[in-house]
């Protein structure tokens, strides 16, 4: 195994593409079987013509790829600016399986297994780890993940919401040398490969965890037998000036993962939006479907905190990558450097943890990663996926 990353900020689309790809062909030892490609926005003009440029220059290679209001590659994050990158590489011993599905080819989630297994072309003691690039306008990401955990509930998933468009429509996604404007493509790789992910959700707890005694779907009417903007009013009142301004406009809803655990520590919790408030009753909008009797706890976000979540979460890697290892960044449109001040910070952090692996991605409308064993569509989110043979 053999990976290789490289980009371009050409501003037109087919040198870039021919530049990028000859620069990655080159850096590998044999002709490459997987090529994963993220086209800025400033290219958009040209996105029909992408893959079949990119499939004519690498031949017979899995070319998977979509558009990206920014991209990351060759160590470095590009924003706001004309960019190609490509990550991938040679994989004897892996099978990739890929596919273009449209929303109304999806299962439901509790459908016949055979039913997933016959749309993905895998089967669960096959393993796969999967790759799914979506557009967030025509296809129900979630609802695709739920199917997912039940029929392949071992097995990991990984990617993002396609970003840099404005409309539905605009998304350009990436199979070979096809370009879709909806829907989504999931590659699964199975056999000499493995796929360990890395979710840092950037927030640090506030307050006390607390029991939800009282809720209906999204909306959070009661904790501890409180309502909750009354537990709010109280905890703002002890929270430092700094806090209280990041209150105003960075606050959060973790949900534990751990239900029956006796304490929580950051990194415990699923972070979800808070959608809105309900000042006659007193209760909250929350981004997700809730429980009685679940434990939840409030959560700021600031760069200082996403910072270190990053570290505290590179930190635990539970091996060092092996050699002809790569990495895989699915990192958030609001992360970057809107959130830090400075290029690349998600990207030398890495690089300071693991090494100089090369590491490809972009930033997304929505990050695909697991949290307590079951995937989620984040926000604000940096997802890592380190590919190495299977140990």
């Not at 979506?134 to 396609?162: N, Q």
């Not at 002809?324 to 030398?348: I, K, M």
Request: proline letters at 6%; hydrophobic letters at 40%; one cysteine or more.
């Amino acid at each position: 195994m053999q990976w290789a990353s490289a980009t371009s900020r050409e501003p037109d689309l087919r040198v870039a593409l021919e530049q990028t790809a000859t620069e990655f062909a080159a850096a590998l030892d044999a002709p490459p079987d997987l090529a994963l490609v993220f086209i800025s926005e400033s290219h958009k003009r040209q996105y029909a013509s992408a893959a079949a440029i990119l499939a004519d220059q690498l031949g017979e290679c899995c070319i998977v790829g979509c558009s990206a209001s920014g991209v990351i590659g060759d160590g470095h994050e590009w924003e706001r600016m004309a960019a190609v990158s490509i990550i991938g590489a040679t994989l004897p011993g892996a099978v990739l399986t890929a596919r273009w599905i449209e929303a109304a080819d999806l299962p439901a989630p509790e459908d016949s297994p055979l039913r997933w297994q016959h749309l993905l072309g895998v089967t669960p003691p096959q393993t796969p780890a999967f790759l799914i690039l979506a557009d967030p306008y025509s296809f129900p990401v979630e609802a695709f993940l739920r199917g997912l955990d039940r029929v392949y509930p071992e097995c990991v998933k990984l990617g993002g919401l396609a970003s840099g468009m404005q409309a539905p429509g605009e998304v350009a996604l990436y199979l070979e040398r096809q370009t879709h404007r909806a829907g989504a493509v999931c590659l699964a790789l199975t056999g000499d490969i493995e796929l360990q992910t890395l979710v840092a959700q950037g927030c640090r707890p506030i307050g006390e965890p607390l029991f939800i005694t009282r809720c209906q779907g999204a909306q959070l009417l009661e904790v501890d037998g409180r309502r909750p903007l009354d537990v709010l009013k109280s905890l703002y009142e002890r929270l430092p000036p700094d806090d209280q301004v990041l209150m105003s406009h960075s606050l959060f809803l973790g949900i534990a993962m751990r239900p029956a655990a006796t304490e929580y520590r950051q990194g415990d919790f699923l972070i979800r939006n808070l959608m809105g408030a309900d000042d006659d009753s007193g209760g909250l909008v929350v981004s997700a479907d809730l429980r009685e009797k679940h434990v939840v706890q409030f959560h700021l976000r600031d760069a200082a905190t996403a910072a270190y979540d990053l570290e505290r979460v590179l930190s635990n890697l539970d091996a060092a990558p092996v050699q002809g290892s790569g990495a895989l960044l699915f990192s958030c449109t609001g992360r970057g450097e809107n959130l830090y001040g400075v290029r690349d910070h998600d990207v030398n952090a890495f690089r300071h943890h693991v090494g100089d692996l090369p590491l490809g991605g972009f930033f997304c409308n929505g990050e695909i990663g697991p949290v307590g064993g079951t995937t989620f569509v984040h926000g604000y989110t940096s997802a890592f996926g380190i590919a190495r043979p299977r140990r």
